[in-house]
């Protein structure tokens, strides 16, 4: 019973045996497929490794290559953007001076057109002024005659016109005992009005010679009856005090034209009045001095014996 068991036995162990042999051999070819798969796999992993290390050098070149490429594109970018901002102010500067060559085109057609209307007023002017051209010299000569009267009247007769708050007539040569004397009397004309403002020396009857100024605006009639009255104050020995009138004094208004336009009339008038002083003068009765002086009359004819000058030829 024994033997039977332990051939039972040792039978089911040849069979496990047997068995666990061929499981062996099957993991031994497992194993070695697996080694020679890890082995594969390894060499290319290695392979792998050696390739990504390859990989990483040229990654860093890359990427170095692309920091260059970005510093390169930020530099474009910048001179790109600087040539834009320079295309835009040309373009704006190229708009401004398109107006401004707009309105200079316009206003240089304005200048042409005024330049052709003032072409025309001075060719219009021209020939409205060629009929007074020739009348020119005479003017001129009649402006040199004057100026030669009026040095005249200052050199021999020794008068003078003075302006300011009046207008001051002065004479000299009147008193033949002191020809440097002078007399004086200063007129204002305002509000259509003469007034007297000053006397030296004072004169009798000088209200109604103002008066008869104001009603018939004879002015040069005035001065040359003052010239006479200081003849005769001076031949008569009268020396009073200068004598300052007035606004006060009793004045009739009347329209009467300036001043100014009185004396630019005394050129034109001059034959006349120097007539008719030579005609007072002659009618008037020779007086004499209380001290055995010459009479003033003998020294006004020895005056208008002057007159006798080319002051004369003043044109009318």
Request: glycine residues 4%; hydrophobic residues 30%; charged residues 30%.
């Amino acid at each position: 019973m024994e033997n039977k068991a332990e051939e039972s036995v040792c039978a089911r162990m040849e069979s496990l045996r047997i068995v666990r042999e061929k499981e062996i051999a099957v993991q031994q070819q497992k194993m070695e497929s697996f080694a020679d798969s890890f082995r594969k796999s390894l060499e290319s992993i290695t392979a792998r490794s050696r390739e990504n290390a390859r990989s990483q050098g040229k990654l860093g070149e890359l990427k170095a290559r692309l920091r260059e490429a970005e510093d390169e594109l930020v530099k474009a970018l910048a001179v790109k953007t600087r040539k834009q901002a320079k295309r835009l102010a040309l373009t704006d500067s190229l708009a401004t001076s398109k107006s401004r060559i707009e309105e200079l085109r316009n206003n240089l057609q304005d200048c042409k057109a005024r330049r052709d209307e003032y072409s025309t007023t001075i060719s219009r002017q021209s020939l409205a002024l060629s009929p007074y051209e020739h009348k020119e010299p005479q003017e001129r000569d009649c402006r040199n005659e004057i100026q030669e009267a009026i040095s005249w009247y200052n050199r021999v007769l020794d008068f003078h016109i003075e302006g300011g708050h009046g207008v001051k007539f002065s004479f000299k040569k009147i008193n033949v005992d002191d020809p440097d004397k002078e007399y004086s009397f200063t007129i204002r004309h305002a509000n259509d009005t003469y007034t007297l403002l000053d006397c030296n020396p004072s004169l009798q009857g000088i209200e109604e010679l103002i008066h008869e100024l104001n009603n018939t605006n004879g002015l040069f009639k005035f001065v040359r009856i003052m010239r006479r009255r200081f003849q005769e104050a001076a031949a008569e020995g009268v020396g009073a005090q200068a004598l300052s009138l007035h606004q006060g004094s009793t004045i009739i208004s009347m329209s009467a034209p300036g001043l100014t336009s009185s004396l630019d009339r005394s050129e034109s008038s001059t034959e006349e009045i120097d007539s008719q002083v030579q005609l007072e003068e002659t009618n008037k009765p020779s007086k004499k001095t209380s001290s055995g002086k010459k009479p003033a009359i003998q020294s006004l004819g020895s005056a208008f014996s002057l007159r006798r000058t080319p002051r004369f030829k003043v044109k009318k």
